[in-house]
C-alpha cells in the first residue's frame, strides 16, 4: 500500500528538478544544442547566448544583418527547433542584437 508521501523514483526527479531549475537549465541546453545543429557553422559563430524563461527564449545575435533576417522568419525557425525538441515546446521565440561583440 502507497503511503500519501510516497512518488515514483520518476515523478520525485522532476519534482527535484522544478523545484531547482534544473528542468529550465537542461532546456536551454537542449535548445542551445538544436540550434547548433540546425544552424550552419557562421550562423552558430554569430550566436552570443541564448536564454530562456519558460517557454519563451530568445537568441542573442553579433549580426544586425542576421537579426533582423532572422526575426521575420521566427515563426519558421521556431517550428524548426520546436520539431527536434523533446518534452517541450517553445511559444515564442526572440531575436536580439548582442552589446557584447568579441
Not at 538544436?34 to 547566448?49: A, F, G, H, R, Y
Amino acid at each position: 500500500m502507497k503511503r500519501k508521501n510516497e512518488m515514483k523514483l520518476s515523478e520525485a526527479i522532476l519534482f527535484w528538478m522544478e523545484k531547482n531549475g534544473a528542468k529550465v537549465k537542461i532546456q536551454q541546453i537542449e535548445i542551445q544544442q538544436k540550434w547548433n545543429e540546425l544552424m550552419s557553422d557562421s550562423i552558430v559563430k554569430q550566436t552570443k547566448k541564448i536564454e530562456l524563461s519558460k517557454n519563451k527564449a530568445t537568441i542573442y545575435l553579433t549580426s544586425p544583418l542576421i537579426k533582423t533576417e532572422f526575426s521575420q522568419e521566427k515563426e519558421k525557425i521556431k517550428n524548426a527547433l520546436n520539431s527536434q525538441l523533446d518534452g517541450f515546446e517553445l511559444d515564442e521565440l526572440n531575436f536580439k542584437l548582442s552589446n557584447d561583440f568579441t
